[in-house]
């Protein structure tokens, strides 16, 4: 069976969003701040608190998931 060059374009970049996602989500904390978000929205220093780690490795993790699409961030004043 042949397949088109476009569909094997398709089923590689699936394969690497799929790739990247699993990559993302193997790490605890990232999963643990998705389960929290999927609830409420928070700020980053509510994750810090509630998950006992730094406000700067939350940041990273949401910027992480954010890259994914798995999470969007808002500015409230």
Known sequence: MM???RSKE???TVKATLDG???VLEN???RRILERLARE???PLQL??????SQQAVVKHL???????LV??????
């Open 3 to 5: 397949r088109s060059r």
């Open 10 to 12: 398709v089923a590689e």
């Open 21 to 23: 996602l699993l990559r």
């Open 28 to 30: 605890p904390t990232r």
């Open 41 to 43: 929205s928070h700020y």
């Open 48 to 53: 810090s608190k509630e998950l006992g780690v």
């Open 63 to 69: 910027r992480a998931l954010e890259e994914c699409g």
């Open 72 to 77: 969007t961030s808002t500015e409230e004043k």
